[in-house]
């Protein structure tokens, strides 16, 4: 078969070498080259919800790689698991494990929070101490709860504002000043991304549908907190308390005469007001209840604060990916 | 009126029937001679140059191709609620475990199955079938077991290329072209691909080599017709293999994943 | 064993291919060493029946004998051992269109046998020389002519020094000189390797030419059998019609 060309052998062998250089490069690259099922040892635990874990789903320490999911089976209606552990991981018996979600896609997975015993777990044990994940109702709750302390954050303004301490309300007014300056600017300079921040939340509300019905028809704890009227009239309130220290100063009649005297301090009331004026406006020509969360100013120093504390309470279950994209909107937009 | 349409009913399903024994029985004697010593080492490696190494390049374009246009249509749908990263995983799971197998085969099916087809229905209608036979070689250990055997093994190599330069087709199109994060883009793709989803493609293309070389070359063997025959023989080859590898296809799916 | 020297004994030959009776109690002995040629019209059965021989068609009913066994009742295995006493030269040669014309004529022996190589060669190459191609050796079949494609083939055919040799039309599709060139070359191999031939034919006036015995296929029978002369003398009206027919005055009935 030698004829000075190359025979069929020797061009096939060099298509199955080639074919073989790339599995065996991809087997590397997707690094799991089966070794994980051989070595290590397997534990179980009973969980009262496996949905979504699945046969080799990872099991996770410190957000590495320490097994998989062996098997998922209905025993005496809790959710037996068997997953396998690497050769070479200790886990502690008084660990916690944990159902979390990964990703934009939701995939599940096993999250070993090690203890401190000095017991390690040997093959074939069960783990009893299991986290078990809020739900998408707690963290509704736990919104709820942030909405209340909102509303108690402005009476406690409002107290404040009652005890007339002259310093007191220089920087606070200052304080005012600066932040709704502040913020007046952002509201300009956002305006746009607002606008298209609310198409793309709309489009992104189709995808989540249920929830925004739910918000919509203020059935769930977060619908009541962007159509709490007394949330509103609070801010209101804090408005009008405000209006009428200033325009005491205005006059500068009263115990806050000596301030009249200072008039940079005065122009600055003034511009206040009139900062305040015009948002206040802007808030009561705001339509739906979206446009009032973003037009109203104070509103949004507690908004945040909710949100902070929201995110906060969310923390613990901060994969809970939809309610990240809801925040992530809800900040964008203040 | 009916009983011309129950007579051509029947008929069809008889029809289909035979065909359907015809190609069972092709491929156990297929099956059958390629345990049979002495193999015929040097056809085998014939069949192979001919389906693996001369298919290689229509492949290669192939799946290029469809892994640039896969980078393309997923990145546009991502883009959509920020998940561009997911395109690398995209692009190699739809490679692995389905394009690479199919459209590899199909591919193969219309340069090589069809020119089996041929090449058996001309070998046919010349008596050169007739002419192994008597020379008391069986003509299925020459002429069909070669052509599977070589089929079984070129597909998976050539679906494991197809794989390969898909990916990188879709990596040229969403990194270097879209401007998705390249790390995103490679970590998602290994972190969410699995071994299976490539080895199960290749069974799957075993598979599908298995049957677009038993089908090719039942209707080149039992070619009826002189010239004309041929040419029938040829394009009916090609229909059924595609549509078993497709019907197939969802039946090899449906069993592994 | 050795009756007479006949070779093939075909006894009461029945075959029918969909409803149409093509051969109907065929009966003929074939005896060592001889050109027997079997002369009919174009689809009388002629090709059925040589087919029946090598075992490619099954007879509906009846016996043939080759060399002592019934080749109708043998497994595929036992009908590859006649086979290989048998050389075949096909319409159209058949030669495989992906061999080179070295390749073809030496196949059958890479097949069978375990020779080396060289001698493979070698042996090709002569047979090439007998049927006047040597040098022809690296030619693909389809850049041959038709009768060189025939000499290619009778050259593969006799490779492996068959009892018998089949011809089917051997000068079919050939133009006259072509065609009495292959009939001489078949004429000269046989006298020189003293084999059985068989030749299945329409072609009378070329048969006539080199037939030790001729068998006159009429209706799915043999009507008549026997020498050149005999037949010419027959006086069989089938015959007489068929012998006519080579518009040569006086070649029904006469003697030269």
């Not at chain 1, 944990?98 to 995939?107: E, F, H, S």
């Not at chain 1, 101490?129 to 509704?140: A, C, G, M």
């Not at chain 2, 799946?63 to 690398?88: C, D, H, N």
Request: some cysteine.
């Amino acid at each position: 078969m030698k004829q000075g060309r190359l025979s069929p052998e020797f061009k096939v062998g060099i298509l199955v070498l080639i074919g073989f250089i790339i599995l065996f490069y991809m087997s590397i690259r997707i690094g799991k080259f089966g070794v994980l099922s051989d070595k290590g040892y397997d534990l179980m635990v009973y969980l009262d919800n496996a949905n979504g874990l699945d046969t080799k789903s990872p099991v996770l320490i410190a957000g590495v790689e320490v097994g998989r999911i062996r098997s998922v089976k209905l025993d005496n209606f809790k959710a037996l698991v068997r997953f396998s552990v690497k050769e070479g991981v200790q886990i502690p018996s008084d660990s916690i494990i944990a159902v979390r979600t990964q990703g934009v896609l939701g995939d599940k997975y096993l999250e070993i929070l090690p203890g401190k015993e000095k017991k390690m777990l040997s093959s074939g044990e069960k783990m009893s101490n299991v986290l078990t994940s809020p739900s998408f109702d707690e963290i509704f709750t736990q919104v709820g709860t942030a909405a209340k302390k909102f509303g108690d954050t402005i009476e406690e303004f409002q107290g404040i504002l009652g005890e007339k301490e002259k310093a007191g309300i220089k920087k606070s007014i200052d304080n005012i000043q600066t932040i709704t300056g502040e913020f007046k600017d952002i509201i300009k300079d956002n305006k746009n991304s607002i606008n298209s921040v609310i198409a793309n939340a709309d489009d992104t509300m189709k995808g989540l549908k249920k929830i925004v019905t739910d918000v919509e028809s203020g059935k769930g704890s977060l619908g009541m907190l962007i159509k709490d009227e007394k949330l509103y009239n609070d801010a209101k309130d804090t408005m009008a308390s405000l209006k009428s220290i200033s325009s005491d100063i205005e006059q500068g009649k009263g115990s806050l005469g000596k301030l009249v005297k200072d008039d940079s301090l005065y122009n600055d009331a003034k511009d206040t007001v009139k900062n305040l004026k015009d948002i206040t406006d802007g808030v009561k020509k705001g339509e739906g209840t979206l446009g009032k969360l973003a037009k109203d100013d104070s509103l949004y120093v507690e908004t945040e604060k909710a949100m902070k504390k929201l995110q906060k309470g969310a923390d613990g279950i901060s994969e809970m990916t939809p309610i990240t994209i809801l925040g992530t909107i809800f900040g964008l937009m203040f | 009126m009916l009983v011309n349409l129950i007579k051509r009913i029947s008929g069809t399903v008889v029809y289909i029937l035979r065909e359907l024994g015809g190609i069972g029985l092709m491929f156990f004697s297929g099956v059958y001679w390629a345990f049979r010593r002495p193999l015929k080492l040097n056809y085998i490696f014939k069949q192979m140059e001919f389906i693996g190494v001369k298919s290689a390049g229509v492949v290669i374009i192939t799946g290029t191709f469809t892994g640039m246009v896969l980078a393309l249509q997923s990145y546009y749908g991502f883009r959509k609620f920020g998940a561009e990263g997911l395109v690398g995983t995209t692009v190699a799971l739809s490679m692995t475990r389905e394009l690479g197998p199919v459209l590899t085969s199909l591919m193969v099916t219309g340069r090589a199955g069809s020119a089996m087809a041929a090449e058996l229905g001309t070998m046919r209608v010349t008596e050169q079938i007739d002419a192994l036979i008597v020379m008391a070689l069986n003509p299925i250990k020459y002429l069909v077991t070669p052509r599977v055997v070589a089929s079984f093994f070129m597909l998976p190599v050539l679906t494991i290329v197809s794989d390969f330069v898909g990916i990188v087709g879709g990596w040229l199109v969403g990194v270097k072209l879209l401007g998705i994060n390249e790390g995103a883009f490679i970590n998602k793709m290994t972190k969410y691909l699995e071994l299976d989803d490539i080895y199960n493609g290749l069974v799957k293309a075993a598979c599908f080599g298995i049957i677009l070389s038993v089908v090719a070359c039942y209707k080149g063997f039992y070619t009826k017709g002189g010239a004309e025959g041929v040419g029938r023989s040829t394009t009916e080859s090609v229909v059924i293999s595609s549509v078993s590898i497709l019907i197939a296809d969802y039946v090899l799916t449906s069993l592994m994943f | 064993m050795n009756d007479n020297g006949i070779v093939i004994k075909i006894n009461d030959l029945h075959k029918t291919f969909a409803s149409q009776k093509v051969l109907d109690g065929v009966n003929l002995e074939i005896k060592r060493g001889e050109i027997t040629v079997i002369i009919g019209k174009s689809g009388g059965g002629k090709s059925v029946l040589m087919k029946h021989l090598i075992g490619l068609l099954k007879p509906d009913s009846g016996e043939i004998w080759i060399e002592g066994s019934d080749i109708t009742k043998l497994n595929e295995k036992d009908l590859n051992e006649v086979r290989k006493k048998f050389g075949m030269l096909f319409q159209e040669a058949a030669l495989f269109d992906s061999m080179n014309v070295i390749d073809n004529v030496a196949f059958p022996v890479r097949e069978h046998t375990k020779l080396p190589e060289k001698e493979i060669l070698r042996m090709a190459q002569e047979r090439l020389r007998n049927v006047g191609l040597a040098g022809f050796d690296s030619k693909m079949p389809s850049e041959l002519s038709g009768g060189m494609r025939k000499r290619v083939g009778l050259a593969r055919a006799l490779i492996l020094d068959p009892d018998i040799i089949l011809f089917d039309e051997p000068t079919s599709a050939l133009d006259p000189i072509t065609a009495l060139t292959i009939l001489d070359l078949i004429k000269e191999t046989q006298e020189r390797l003293q084999k059985t031939y068989v030749v299945i034919s329409h072609d009378i006036l070329g048969m006539f030419r080199i037939a030790h015995k001729v068998a006159m296929l009429y209706n799915g029978r043999i009507i008549e059998f026997g020498t050149p002369k005999e037949i010419r003398q027959s006086k069989k009206e089938e015959i007489k019609e068929f012998l006519k027919a080579t518009g040569i005055p006086g070649f029904s009935g006469g003697d030269r």
